[in-house]
């Protein structure tokens, strides 16, 4: 199907564990974005990638780890998860300044 | 830095209103301004895309303004439904930032049938 999916959608950790959130878009968007959704906060990003083996920080990147070995696929990794990064995540992709698209996001919960 | 903000935050209107959701931000120097529409439990849906060069956009019962000038930018809805119930955001892409946009936190309508 076209379009951009994440998985997993729920998922349940424990704190100190790692975690990859997985991110995949069909359109070969140049751009792609990792945003987390807080009750208070809005939508932070946390990081985002202009191409492959290209990524950038955003507003809230500690204790998170991204990569973009190809132009599709765009993971986050929790390197050692916390409870303050229970959270929504969101993936979303772009060609160069154009209409974001978002996926359907991941309801992370660690305890 | 760009600051987006959406006022009301949350909105409630009998069905058949017309309604306006706003939209304000300080950095006028923008590439583009991005409504979306988010349901409870769900992901953001792209409504309506104004480029910096246009002044409105519309589709369907939806109409998006841009004052660049003023820094604004309104979402008209017209005859409201049950079904519009949702969140509304809006998103701000500055002329600087390298692909990255700003959210406003949302105006949360419900429309009472």
């Known amino acids: 199907d076209a379009g951009i999916t994440q998985s997993p959608r729920y998922k349940i950790t424990e704190t100190g564990r790692q975690v990859t959130l997985m991110c995949h878009q069909t359109?070969?968007?140049?751009?792609m974005f990792w945003y987390r959704q807080d009750l208070g906060h809005g939508l932070r990003l946390i990081y985002y990638?202009?191409?492959?083996?290209?990524?950038d920080k955003g507003e809230v990147p500690d204790g998170y780890v991204v990569s973009r070995s190809k132009t599709e696929n765009f993971p986050l990794t929790l390197e050692s998860a916390t409870r303050s990064q229970t959270s929504v995540y969101f993936c979303?992709?772009?060609?160069?300044?154009?209409?974001?698209?978002f996926g359907q996001g991941t309801r992370l919960t660690v305890v | 830095k760009q600051e987006v903000t959406q006022i009301p935050a949350a909105l409630s209107v009998p069905e058949g209103e017309n309604l306006v959701l706003n939209c304000s931000f300080t950095?006028?120097?923008?590439?583009?301004l991005q409504w979306f529409r988010q349901d409870p439990g769900k992901g953001l849906t792209s409504l309506l895309l104004?480029?910096?060069?246009?002044r409105e956009q519309t589709s369907g019962r939806l109409n998006a303004s841009l004052d660049k000038s003023s820094g604004r930018s309104t979402l008209y809805i017209a005859a409201s439904q049950p079904g519009d119930s949702a969140t509304y955001l809006c998103?701000?892409?500055?002329?600087?930032?390298?692909?990255?946009?700003?959210f406003g936190d949302g105006t949360t309508l419900t429309v009472k049938p």
């Open positions: 979303a992709s772009s060609e160069s300044r154009s209409e974001a698209f």
């Open positions: 990638s202009a191409a492959a083996d290209i990524t």
């Open positions: 104004i480029q910096s060069s246009q």
């Open positions: 950095d006028s120097a923008i590439y583009n």
């Open positions: 359109w070969s968007h140049s751009y």
């Open positions: 998103a701000v892409l500055v002329l600087t930032n390298a692909g990255k946009s700003t």
